[in-house]
């Protein structure tokens, strides 16, 4: 089960890495544009940080 949790957030990681910092590395937008999708994406990545550690933690504990 832990490996499905572990293999699921790497996917999770990936998608958000692909399409959250391409458009921040690649936009032609304005630097203002590309700094607030860069504060999106920093939020998302906690989230998804924050979803894995409890997730582990309670698989841990169920175990």
Same mark, same amino acid.
């Given at each position: #089960?832990?490996?499905?949790?572990?293999?699921?957030?790497? !996917?999770?990681?990936? !998608? +958000?890495? $692909?399409?959250?910092?391409?458009? +921040?590395?690649?936009?032609?937008? @304005?630097? @203002?544009?590309? #700094? $607030?999708? !860069?504060? +999106? +994406?920093?939020?998302?990545?906690?989230?998804?940080?924050?979803? $894995?550690?409890?997730?582990?933690?309670? !698989?841990?504990?169920?175990?």
């Amino acid at each position: #089960m832990k490996g499905i949790a572990v293999t699921l957030f790497v !996917l999770l990681y990936a !998608l +958000v890495t $692909m399409f959250g910092l391409g458009p +921040v590395l690649l936009a032609d937008g @304005s630097r @203002s544009e590309r #700094m $607030m999708t !860069l504060a +999106v +994406v920093v939020v998302i990545y906690i989230c998804i940080t924050i979803a $894995m550690w409890r997730t582990l933690t309670w !698989l841990k504990r169920r175990s």
